[in-house]
């Protein structure tokens, strides 16, 4: 059975950050935003004490990420993303867990 060869056109070698070559200012500023809120609502949710910056940090890096996947334009840009989504979600239900968004203030 012949297969249809099609020329690579991206100009890599179809690597998983493989690019279109364009800048994307506002792509890329929610992706380290997302990357950074995420990381900050993980290790923050691991102390019971951190859960005020740990859920608002985890749900302002889950809306970040949801907009980001929104309009993205490129593989590298959703996976980023979603690796920030992700660990924007544990820290945030873990902070939710430990007392929530407001536990203790209202």
């Known amino acids: ?4 060869l099609r020329p690579n056109t991206t100009g890599s070698t179809g690597s998983l950050f493989a690019t279109d070559g ?10 380290a935003v997302t990357l950074v809120l995420g990381i900050t ?13 740990s859920s608002w940090a985890g749900l ?5 990420g949801a907009y980001g996947q929104f309009i993205s334009e ?3 840009e959703r996976f ?10 544990v820290g945030f239900f873990l902070g ?5 968004l407001f536990g203790g203030l209202f």
């Open 1 to 4: 059975m012949a297969q249809v």
């Open 22 to 31: 364009k800048p994307h200012p506002l792509q890329d500023s929610l992706l």
């Open 41 to 53: 609502a993980f290790v923050t949710a691991m102390f019971d004490s951190l859960h005020l910056i």
């Open 60 to 64: 302002i890096g889950i809306l970040t």
């Open 74 to 76: 490129t593989t590298r």
């Open 80 to 89: 980023g993303l979603i690796l920030g989504l992700g660990a924007s979600a």
């Open 96 to 100: 939710m867990a430990h007392g929530g």
